[in-house]
Nanobody, 123 residues
Framework: QVQLVESGGGLVQAGGSLRLSCAAS????????MGWYRQAPGQQRELVAA???????HYAGSVKGRFTIARDNAKNTVYLQMNSLKPEDTAVYYC?????????????????WGQGTQVTVSS
């Protein structure tokens, strides 16, 4: 059973940076595609960034050029470097894993999620 532990969130001023980490266990990490998602209050969870098992990346338009996703297969960890943060980036951030790239990009239908990590950007 996959276990996902997100960390690295916090309170930051607009224009600041944060680096999120997601440690995965219970899966063969290197063959899984990974995604970062976020959910703001009253809104649906949305894809932020995704990285394939071979390192290809995909970003939501709202974060392109500001966020960078990366993975370390030796540590079974995926990262999200967030720069130039804006108040609208405020949300709970989650990661997930799947063998299907379409599932990662779609973001719906996952059986379980981790606890997430709160990111709050003040203006």
């Amino acid at each position: 059973q996959v276990q996902l532990v997100e960390s690295g969130g916090g309170l930051v001023q607009a224009g600041g940076s944060l680096r999120l980490s997601c440690a995965a266990s219970g899966i063969t990490f290197r063959i899984n595609h990974m995604g970062w998602y976020r959910q703001a209050p009253g809104q649906q969870r949305e894809l932020v960034a995704a990285i394939s098992s071979t390192g290809a990346t995909h970003y939501a338009g709202s974060v392109k050029g500001r966020f960078t996703i990366a993975r370390d297969n030796a540590k079974n960890t995926v990262y999200l470097q967030m720069n130039s943060l804006k108040p609208e980036d405020t949300a709970v951030y989650y990661c997930n894993a799947h063998l299907s790239w379409l599932q990662i990009v779609d973001g719906r239908g996952f059986g379980s999620w981790g606890q997430g990590t709160q990111v709050t950007v003040s203006s």
